[in-house]
């Protein structure tokens, strides 16, 4: 028998996949499927990172973002309220917050194996 819909509140979500300079709370967890939020504070940048074998989908709930990615990290998409942003498996990434309000973000995640993968930084091109 399936299980029926589940809600999960504010207060369930869980610390989750830790980045330096980025807060993410996981609100679902099951196979193939990762969701939840990530807070990024004013003027930060996160860590060097990728999601392994995960694709990803952004939307900027509020606030802005800057992500860095490619060959030396120079290449450069900026997004803001309402975007969406496709990051897919395994490219390294850092997520920045040029704005002065903390940015807030919806992140869903398809894929099997780790969520989160720290890395000191992009290969050389």
Known sequence: ???GVRRIGPDEREA???TPGMARERAIDVDGLWSGLVTTEPHMTSGWHHHGEHE???YVVDGSMRME???DGTEVVEAKAGDFLHVPAHVVHREGNP?????HLVVT???RGPVTVNVEGPSGG
């Open 16 to 18: 989750a996949d830790p």
């Open 56 to 58: 990803t989908s952004i």
């Open 69 to 71: 990615f490619g060959a």
């Open 109 to 111: 995640r398809s894929g």
């Open 1 to 3: 028998m399936a299980e």
């Open 99 to 103: 704005g002065d309000a903390a940015s």
